[in-house]
């Protein structure tokens, strides 16, 4: 059909007709959340480099799932600030741990809202890699799967509601899903970091969570930047592998890859939304020369139109006021 029978435009009038018509919707439900939790109490500590983002002692926390509850947001994703580090990365799965104790907290406050954690390595070892270390400095995969499958037990025996591991180890999906099951933890799903990119965008967050590699870098264990294929084979084993969400990391750089990986499998899928991209808008934003709100609401809603059903963001608070104010 062509111009003048068909005309386009009749269909973007008013907000009325064009709400009816709208293809792709982005919701506060759509979002998750990521808190970053330490020991001690009354903190509440900005990340330079993340303007809005904080890092939380656990008496903090009763007052934050209560501000994302009334803003609609459902979930969020905890990362521990460790006491202290060793090169076993033993805070990771002590069952005093700073995360475990986060998700005591949060579900003494309010059982019902949905608590996902990090499973990783990187924030608690003292050489920051993502595992055990070899003679040479590299990260020796099969140990470092005992590590994550008991780190992600503990998370679940503490309460958690899902675990997502974010090391990119070979079979860690398998191991986290085998030690869950054993322990009567079937019920706990697994969100699986399943195409994650050796980036440039993951600076802020290496100061928000105190987990910068101090050495080296960990482009042994994240993909190369160009990698697509590779992408999909990762996302195949991780789903082969008993994985109940996918997700691709970072967000903004690889809509394609988010957009091959629903059209391939299917599969629930999530964006993270990550915290160079986050930098960058509040930056911009700070300066004058964007329109923050429009920026950040255009920005969720092409990575859902991508095929992200969930979004992990920085954002999350105050797209969501922007949304309810819509």
């Known amino acids: 059909m062509e111009f003048p029978a068909y005309r386009p435009r009749r269909l973007r009038r008013n907000e009325t007709v064009r709400s009816m018509?709208?293809?792709t919707t982005l919701a506060p439900d759509d979002l998750i959340y990521p808190l970053f939790v330490k020991p001690g109490s009354g903190a509440r500590d900005e990340v330079t480099s993340m303007p809005g983002v904080f890092q939380l002692s656990l008496d903090q926390l009763p007052a934050?799932?209560?501000?994302?509850?009334?803003?609609?947001?459902?979930?969020?994703?905890?990362?521990?600030?460790?006491?202290?580090?060793?090169?076993?990365?033993?805070?990771?799965?002590?069952e005093h741990g700073i995360v475990?104790?986060?998700?005591?907290?949060?579900?003494?406050?309010?059982?019902?809202?949905?608590?996902?954690?990090?499973v990783c390595m990187c924030e608690y070892t003292s050489h920051g890699h993502c595992g055990a270390l070899d003679e040479h400095g590299c990260v020796i995969n099969d140990v470092t799967l005992e590590m994550l499958a008991s780190t992600a037990l503990s998370h679940a025996e503490a309460g958690?509601?899902?675990?997502?591991?974010?090391d990119m180890m070979d079979g860690?999906?398998?191991?986290?899903?085998?030690?869950?099951?054993?322990?009567?933890?079937a019920e706990v799903p697994i969100m699986s970091y399943a195409a994650k990119y050796a980036s440039a965008y993951y600076g802020?967050?290496?100061?928000?969570?105190?987990?910068?590699?101090s050495f080296g870098d960990r482009r042994a264990y994240q993909m190369d930047p160009g990698n697509a294929e590779e992408a999909l084979r990762e996302v195949a084993?991780?789903?082969?592998?008993?994985?109940?969400?996918?997700?691709?990391?970072?967000?903004?750089?690889?809509?394609?890859?988010i957009r091959r990986v629903k059209d391939e499998f299917g599969y629930p899928t999530a964006a993270y939304n990550v915290s160079g991209e986050y930098a960058m808008v509040k930056a911009a934003a700070e300066r004058g020369w964007i329109d923050e709100r429009r920026v950040v609401l255009e920005t969720l809603t092409s990575m859902r139109r991508a095929g992200?059903?969930?979004?992990?963001?920085?954002?999350?608070?105050?797209?969501?006021?922007?949304?309810?104010?819509?």
């Open 204 to 213: 802020p967050f290496r100061d928000a969570a105190d987990s910068t590699p």
């Open 160 to 166: 958690a509601d899902m675990v997502a591991p974010s």
């Open 64 to 94: 934050e799932i209560d501000e994302l509850k009334s803003l609609g947001i459902p979930s969020v994703i905890l990362f521990g600030l460790p006491e202290s580090k060793d090169e076993a990365g033993s805070g990771a799965y002590d």
């Open 21 to 23: 018509v709208r293809e």
């Open 172 to 185: 860690r999906v398998a191991a986290i899903r085998t030690a869950l099951d054993a322990e009567g933890h």
């Open 308 to 326: 992200a059903d969930l979004i992990l963001t920085y954002h999350a608070k105050d797209a969501a006021r922007w949304l309810q104010e819509t």
């Open 100 to 118: 475990q104790q986060a998700i005591r907290a949060i579900k003494e406050h309010d059982a019902d809202f949905y608590v996902i954690t990090d």
């Open 237 to 257: 084993l991780d789903i082969a592998e008993g994985a109940d969400l996918v997700m691709v990391k970072p967000a903004l750089s690889y809509m394609d890859i």
